[in-house]
């Protein structure tokens, strides 16, 4: 009998091969990063998020590490907690059609 940990870390693993859900978490995560990683975009969201959500906690966008099993999950949690900014920034700084097409191309 093996670690609770590995058996779900290989399940979440095999998940992940499947093609749909492959495509799926990397136009995800090309998303998160863009967001992340463009200083435009990051400070809208912030706002963005601020006039959202008030002060209350609010959850960060979040990528997967190698080492954490749970790290697609915490991602795609990220986004759709953030729904709703995502669309207000990406319309703010007319990314709607670009992320739209991104999305729309992950069947």
């Known amino acids: ?25 990397l136009k995800v995560k090309q998303i998160v990063k863009n967001f ?3 200083h ?3 400070s809208t969201f912030k706002n963005i998020q ?25 991602m795609m949690e990220s986004v759709k907690k953030n729904q ?6 990406s319309v703010a700084v007319g990314l709607e059609r670009t992320i739209d097409k991104e999305v729309n191309n992950v069947s």
């Open 1 to 25: 009998v093996g670690c609770l940990a590995h058996g779900l870390n290989l399940l979440f693993k095999d998940l992940c091969a499947i093609p749909t859900i492959s495509k799926l978490l």
């Open 36 to 38: 992340k990683n463009t």
């Open 40 to 42: 435009i975009l990051h």
């Open 50 to 74: 601020k006039k959202i959500y008030g002060n209350t906690s609010v959850t960060t966008l979040k990528l997967p590490s190698n080492t954490r099993w749970a790290g697609g999950i915490l």
């Open 84 to 89: 709703q900014a995502l669309k207000e920034t």
